[in-house]
Nanobody
Framework: QVHLAESGGGLVQTGGSLRLSCAAS????????MSWFRQAPGKEREFVAA????????FYADSVKGRFTISRDNATNTVYLQMNSLKPEGTPVYYC?????????????????WGQGTQVTVSS
């Protein structure tokens, strides 16, 4: 049974940083694309970043490019999202997702496995 567990969310001031983590189990982690999505209240879930299983190509939404960095540690089955220069964007919940989607994996419908989410609040 696949299990994804996010952590690291919380309250931060505008311009601050947070690092989210997602620990995965029940899958051969190194063979899966790992991604982050976020969903603000009343809005659709949107793609944030993805990292492929090999050779670890990364992809970002334009809104976070240059501020966020996705990385993975195949030894510990963990994917990270380093978020810098955070902006107030409506208290979204950040979700970790895993699957073997298309090359960039930007659509939520391509992912079968999801975590429970972790909320990020950026105060202005």
């Amino acid at each position: 049974q696949v299990h994804l567990a996010e952590s690291g969310g919380g309250l931060v001031q505008t311009g601050g940083s947070l690092r989210l983590s997602c620990a995965a189990s029940g899958l051969t982690f190194s063979l899966y694309t790992m991604s982050w999505f976020r969903q603000a209240p009343g809005k659709e879930r949107e793609f944030v970043a993805a990292i492929r299983w090999s050779p670890g190509n990364t992809f970002y939404a334009d809104s976070v490019k240059g501020r966020f960095t996705i990385s993975r540690d195949n030894a510990t089955n963990t994917v990270y999202l380093q978020m810098n220069s955070l902006k107030p964007e409506g208290t979204p919940v950040y979700y970790c997702a895993a699957d073997r989607p298309s090359y960039t994996g930007r659509s939520a419908s391509e992912y079968a496995y999801w975590g429970q989410g972790t909320q990020v609040t950026v105060s202005s």
